[in-house]
């Protein structure tokens, strides 16, 4: 299991803050927010992703059938606080086979949804939103409307934005995605104290990077 931060957006290594730069940095995209080494499915790391989120912590509930959380992640340092969250599941697919899906929740400009979607920027990208949504997830009551952002051809992508931040679902494989434009779903924020869940747990997500360029 990878024990340092990585680039959010390509995953590759970062040099380390030093005498001077209280920053970490890629040497592609330079200063960012480091994605810090997943953590296992497990109420333990629930606990200790709620305890430093300053970002919600998105959980689908309840699960559609079949499916498991299997990680978490978050992005964020002790001089930035913590500014990303990736919650992973994975379930039944609509066709053969597992489906795996990570909801992240960041602020503006960190780059994990982008990261983990293939993208080149940061951000979904300006106009992404442009005509009426793909699909839409209730938050609070509230249907919260997510548009399909173009990313690679193995995976579905979704963003919107909630409570302020980017919210992103990213879907392997790409047909997995009609799990967020059909099957209605309701996100809650696990930060939440009265979100106390019996979340069932499965195998740690291949898709959350354990290692450097993963």
């Not at 979704?158 to 997995?176: D, F, K, R, S």
């Not at 309701?186 to 979340?199: G, K, P």
Request: net charge negative; proline share 13%; glycine share 12%.
């Amino acid at each position: 299991m990878r024990a340092t931060p990585i680039c959010p957006r390509c995953h590759g290594s970062l040099r380390p803050p030093s005498a001077w730069s209280s920053a970490w940095r890629c040497p592609t995209h330079g200063d960012v927010t480091p994605l810090q080494p997943p953590r296992q499915p497990s109420r333990a790391a629930l606990e200790a992703v709620r305890r430093i989120a300053g970002v919600p912590v998105w959980v689908p509930w309840p699960l559609p059938s079949g499916w498991l959380v299997t990680g978490f992640a978050e992005a964020g340092d002790e001089r930035t606080g913590t500014r990303a969250s990736v919650t992973a599941l994975c379930g039944p697919s609509v066709t053969h086979g597992p489906a795996d899906l990570l909801v992240v929740a960041e602020e503006p400009g960190v780059g994990v949804g982008a990261g983990f979607a293939g993208l080149d920027g940061p951000d979904p990208g300006q106009g992404f939103d442009e005509g009426p949504p793909h699909a839409k997830i209730d938050i609070f009551g509230h249907p919260t409307p997510l548009w399909c952002v173009p990313a690679a051809s193995d995976r579905a992508v979704y963003a919107g934005e909630a409570l302020g931040n980017w919210l992103w679902t990213i879907a392997w494989p790409a047909e997995a995605g009609c799990l967020i434009a059909l099957a209605e779903l309701t996100l809650r924020d696990l930060r939440e104290n009265d979100q106390d869940l019996d979340l069932p747990y499965g195998a740690f997500s291949p898709r959350l990077p354990d290692d450097e360029g993963a």
